[in-house]
């Protein structure tokens, strides 16, 4: 039987349950977030996936601007 999941929704739902736990997730560089959901699907026997329509608008919040300028301070601190 086929299954498939959303990787980027998997990487939503753990955030959310980690900060429901008290803790303050940040996502880090290496792996990336979205890395180690496939991984962890993949461990499991399911199939990630993408919703590109999804990806795309999530893509279009921001300008590529805003993105360089957030992972500069990043790396800055």
Not at 28 to 52: N, T, Y
Request: charged fraction near 35%; charge should be negative; glycine fraction near 6%.
């Amino acid at each position: 039987m086929y299954q498939s999941y959303d990787r980027n929704k998997l990487v939503r739902e753990v955030g959310e349950l980690l900060k429901r736990e008290g803790l303050d997730p940040i996502a880090q560089d290496d792996p990336k977030p979205e890395h180690a959901a496939m991984l962890l699907l993949r461990s499991f026997g399911i199939d990630p996936v993408v919703d590109h329509v999804a990806a795309l608008k999530g893509s279009m919040n921001s300008s590529w601007e805003d993105t360089d300028e957030e992972r500069s301070r990043r790396i800055r601190s």
